[in-house]
């Protein structure tokens, strides 16, 4: 009854929304959140604006670069990460065998924009925000409650009721392999690197808070071609951060890079049951994009796993 009772919560609460797909353009040992300034991290994907460089960005930059997602309104910078260990988002690995590991890429990597309606105020200038425990290894770790961090078979069968839900299916998924992940949804505006998450709080921001419309990751990955005879039991397949079959420390980062215009219709989607698009003075909310978004600075850093971890040594030497 508990598993029941979470998943209609979850569901019940995808109210005020708008989506946006997003397309990979930039590999690389950078992380400006964690480590801005230096080369010295695992290997990241990049979505989203590519004016994104080793340096924490600030709104402004972003807004100067070209966008990978099909709103060329939402210049925001969404990454996810590659190496077969700890990173800042993990990367899902097909392991076919103990050092036989092969990357798989999502179907679909989508941003949500939930509870607009319950939103007072837009994303601040350089706001950023983390969200989920890189760190995470049992269900207890996970707080779903805020995070909503479940795995599940997107066209079924169901199985979520007889395991954790941060674990992967243990069943074969007769289509993709989908994860969400919600993101906080209060800031405080004088100091922006203060969030929270209402959940938390009894549905409301702490004091001193404001509330922002919440962003959530679904990913979705097609690993049926890779795994054409199944499973049962644990997948074999690995987050870089976790073990084999095991879902708890997916997490990821958001960089704030939407123009102050498209933020203003972004908190007009207030329908409750109905999807609206973000438009701005960039294009229509699903325009696409027509510049190219490309690595801004390629002549540094690396896109290649095993220089990455030279790179990381050297630091620590």
């Excluded at 109210?15 to 080369?39: C, E, L, S």
């Excluded at 989203?48 to 100067?64: C, F, H, M, R």
């Excluded at 499973?231 to 690995?238: D, H, I, R, V, Y």
């Excluded at 704030?256 to 999807?275: C, E, I, V, Y």
Aim: charged fraction near 20%.
């Amino acid at each position: 009854m508990k598993h029941l009772f979470t998943t209609i919560a979850l569901a019940g609460v995808v109210t005020a929304y708008t989506d946006i797909r997003h397309k990979r353009f930039m590999v690389k040992n950078i992380d400006p959140i964690v480590n801005p300034g230096q080369y010295r991290s695992h290997m990241h994907s990049f979505f989203g604006s590519d004016a994104v460089t080793k340096d924490l960005p600030t709104t402004a930059e972003l807004q100067k670069g070209c966008a990978s997602g099909e709103n060329p309104n939402d210049l925001s910078v969404y990454c996810k990460s590659r190496p077969l260990h700890r990173s800042r988002i993990p990367t899902l690995y097909y392991v076919r065998g103990p050092s036989d590991h092969v990357e798989v890429n999502p179907g679909m990597f989508s941003t949500y924009y939930e509870n607009i309606d319950k939103a007072e105020i837009p994303y601040p200038q350089d706001f950023f925000a983390i969200a989920g425990n890189a760190s995470a290894k049992s269900q207890n770790d996970v707080n779903e409650n805020f995070t909503g961090l479940t795995w599940w078979c997107e066209n079924g069968p169901e199985d979520r009721q007889n395991r954790n839900r941060a674990l992967m299916p243990r069943v074969t998924c007769s289509g993709n392999i989908q994860v969400i992940l919600r993101f906080p949804d209060c800031v405080q505006k004088a100091n922006i690197k203060n969030y929270a998450y209402t959940a938390a709080n009894g549905g409301r921001c702490p004091s001193g808070m404001k509330r922002v419309p919440q962003l959530r990751f679904s990913v979705r990955y097609n690993v049926r071609s890779l795994i054409p005879q199944g499973w049962s039991g644990a997948p074999p397949l690995k987050l870089a951060c976790g073990e084999v079959g095991e879902g708890y420390c997916f997490h990821g980062d958001f960089i704030n890079g939407w123009f102050d215009d498209a933020q203003k219709n972004l908190l007009k989607a207030t329908s409750r049951n109905q999807w609206m698009g973000i438009d701005g003075a960039k294009g229509q909310g699903k325009a696409g994009t027509t510049c190219g978004p490309k690595d801004r600075d390629p002549n540094m850093g690396t896109s290649d796993y095993a220089k990455s971890l030279e790179m990381m040594k050297m630091y620590k030497n």
